[in-house]
């Protein structure tokens, strides 16, 4: 059982009863009906590639471990409708290649996109790297076919654009951890497949002007902007030491950079505009330099810098992670208060920032100080959590903008989520899980 007691940063384990890996959204129906019975508590699991241990089992040994990773059929591809209908367990790459062999395109992207699942994704209402174009996890599913804890499925699968009839259960179950119930399959929405793309990488002076070039950037290229991705230079130089085939694609070094990803219908169009917008942006003076891919190697060597930045900071020792959102307009005044604050508490910490600059979300991890022990300076995970949310919840920001709550940020959830909202939380949760048999200990 041992590979789906634990999780991909090693920060927490469990133990289980057993680990059922079921073939059909029916077979789940009837597990989840036996657990309701004899109160055994589920623990939901599809790629196992979640960030905040929302996927493993506490450790009382109790758990039964459902893997939905059989439940893996493309049920239809149905191109004329821009949709189609796979099950749980396919993974996202093989969904992105189900909509490519249909001409079509799938545009979640992110790092893990190999390993982890559909229903892991719309589970944890997962982001990416295309966001800033095509919205999160949440605003791509059409329906979704969902085992209920009492053991029926309810299904709202299908090519269905509109309809408008009551609440929104599609909307309730995304994002909702496998506490309310487990999604078994899901309608995608399908998009025409971009014909040109043009991947640049530019050097700036700080995240000022990296919001200037974002609004610059949106203002010429339009519905082409496909990412927006900035890395501060501790981060890029992290990459360079300790990832190989790694390199700096400028000639001099900059404290600050830029991945612009534009992409466009017609051949040639997504380079044609991003040279014209990069020579634009450099006369205007809002970047320093900048590169332009020329092929789909070099295209692609951009992109690994940007995707090695985990990989990378978990090469160089203990780091203390923050998945945070703040208006995009307020990153630069995040970063720079965030710095400033964690200097004055930690004077050896090295904050190395990264993220979804164009949807107002910032990976700010810390790596530990240079020599450090990585024990000593992961106990100080709390203090730390409390100065970064502390300028997030001053901004006006969230505590989770992409990698959900699970046990990781359980707590933090009531510190910051109002009343209110908890109260509405528990109450829609205690409906349709009056048992507390689905993922308990997971979210609230
Ligand atoms: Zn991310």
Same mark, same amino acid.
């Given at each position: 059982?041992?590979?789906?007691?634990?999780? +991909?940063?090693? %920060?927490?384990?469990?133990?289980?009863?057993?680990?059922?890996?079921?073939?059909?959204?029916?077979? $789940?129906?009837d597990?989840?009906?036996?657990?309701?019975?004899?109160?055994? +508590?589920?623990? +939901?699991?599809?790629?196992?590639?979640?960030?905040?241990?929302?996927?493993?089992?506490?450790?009382?040994?109790?758990?039964? !471990?459902?893997s939905?990773?059989?439940?893996?059929?493309?049920?239809?591809?149905?191109?004329?409708?821009?949709?189609?209908? $796979?099950?749980?367990?396919?993974?996202?790459?093989?969904?992105?290649?189900?909509?490519?062999? #249909?001409?079509?395109?799938?545009? /979640?992207?992110?790092?893990?996109?190999?390993?982890?699942?559909?229903?892991?994704?719309?589970?944890?209402?997962?982001?990416?790297?295309?966001?800033?174009?095509?919205?999160?996890?949440?605003?791509?599913?059409?329906?979704?076919?969902?085992?209920?804890?009492?053991?029926?499925?309810?299904?709202?699968?299908?090519?269905?654009? *509109?309809?408008?009839?009551?609440?929104?259960?599609?909307?309730?179950?995304?994002?909702?951890?496998?506490t /309310?119930?487990?999604?078994?399959?899901?309608?995608? *929405?399908?998009?025409?497949?971009?014909?040109?793309?043009?991947?640049?990488?530019?050097g700036?002076?700080? +995240? #000022?002007?990296?919001l200037? /070039?974002?609004?610059?950037? *949106?203002?010429?290229?339009g519905?082409?902007?496909? #990412?927006?991705e900035?890395?501060?230079?501790?981060? %890029?130089?992290?990459?360079?030491?300790?990832?190989?085939?790694?390199?700096?694609?400028?000639?001099?070094?900059? &404290?600050?950079?830029?991945?612009?990803?534009?992409?466009?219908?017609?051949?040639?169009?997504?380079?044609?505009?991003?040279?014209?917008? /990069?020579?634009?942006?450099?006369?205007?003076?809002?970047?320093? &330099?900048?590169?332009?891919?020329?092929?789909?190697?070099?295209?692609?060597?951009?992109?690994?810098l940007?995707?090695?930045?985990s990989?990378a900071?978990?090469?160089?020792?203990?780091?203390?992670?923050?998945?945070?959102? !703040?208006?995009?307009?307020?990153?630069?005044?995040?970063?720079?208060?965030?710095?400033?604050?964690l200097?004055?508490?930690?004077?050896?910490a090295?904050?190395?920032?990264?993220?979804?600059?164009?949807d107002?979300?910032?990976?700010?991890?810390?790596?530990?100080?240079?020599?450090?022990?990585?024990?000593?300076?992961?106990?100080?995970?709390?203090?730390?959590?409390?100065?970064?949310?502390?300028?997030?919840?001053?901004?006006?920001?969230?505590?989770?903008?992409?990698?959900?709550?699970?046990?990781?940020?359980? &707590?933090?959830?009531?510190?910051? *989520?109002?009343? $209110?909202?908890?109260?509405?939380?528990?109450?829609?949760?205690?409906?349709?899980?009056?048992?507390?048999?689905?993922?308990?200990?997971?979210?609230?």
């Amino acid at each position: 059982m041992s590979p789906y007691l634990g999780e +991909p940063r090693d %920060l927490y384990h469990g133990r289980a009863l057993c680990v059922l890996k079921p073939r059909t959204a029916r077979d $789940v129906g009837d597990i989840l009906a036996l657990c309701n019975e004899t109160g055994a +508590p589920v623990t +939901p699991q599809g790629g196992n590639t979640g960030l905040v241990g929302g996927q493993t089992p506490d450790a009382s040994g109790d758990s039964v !471990v459902l893997s939905l990773e059989r439940l893996n059929q493309i049920r239809a591809v149905d191109a004329a409708a821009d949709a189609m209908t $796979v099950e749980a367990g396919v993974t996202l790459a093989q969904a992105q290649d189900a909509a490519q062999a #249909a001409d079509r395109f799938f545009p /979640l992207s992110l790092a893990s996109e190999g390993s982890c699942t559909i229903g892991g994704n719309l589970a944890t209402n997962a982001g990416g790297v295309h966001v800033i174009a095509y919205g999160s996890m949440r605003d791509l599913a059409l329906g979704i076919e969902v085992a209920l804890a009492d053991g029926r499925l309810l299904s709202t699968l299908g090519a269905l654009r *509109k309809d408008n009839t009551g609440y929104d259960l599609t909307q309730l179950f995304i994002g909702s951890e496998g506490t /309310l119930g487990v999604i078994t399959a899901a309608t995608l *929405k399908l998009f025409p497949r971009p014909r040109s793309r043009a991947v640049a990488f530019l050097g700036l002076r700080n +995240p #000022a002007e990296a919001l200037q /070039l974002l609004n610059f950037v *949106k203002g010429h290229a339009g519905p082409m902007l496909n #990412a927006f991705e900035v890395m501060s230079r501790p981060g %890029l130089d992290l990459v360079l030491r300790h990832i190989p085939g790694t390199r700096d694609p400028l000639a001099q070094a900059h &404290d600050w950079y830029a991945l612009v990803e534009l992409a466009a219908f017609a051949e040639g169009e997504a380079e044609r505009a991003a040279a014209e917008i /990069l020579a634009a942006a450099l006369h205007a003076g809002l970047a320093q &330099d900048a590169t332009l891919a020329q092929s789909l190697d070099q295209a692609s060597a951009l992109w690994k810098l940007r995707e090695s930045m985990s990989e990378a900071q978990k090469r160089e020792g203990g780091s203390i992670k923050h998945d945070v959102a !703040v208006p995009v307009n307020e990153i630069p005044r995040f970063i720079e208060e965030a710095g400033q604050r964690l200097r004055a508490a930690f004077p050896q910490a090295r904050p190395v920032p990264f993220g979804h600059m164009g949807d107002g979300n910032i990976h700010y991890n810390v790596s530990q100080p240079v020599g450090g022990d990585k024990a000593d300076f992961l106990a100080h995970w709390t203090e730390i959590n409390a100065i970064v949310h502390g300028v997030v919840s001053e901004l006006g920001g969230s505590i989770s903008a992409e990698h959900g709550i699970g046990r990781l940020k359980r &707590d933090l959830l009531r510190q910051t *989520k109002s009343p $209110v909202a908890l109260d509405a939380m528990r109450a829609i949760k205690a409906t349709l899980d009056p048992n507390g048999i689905l993922n308990p200990g997971v979210l609230l």
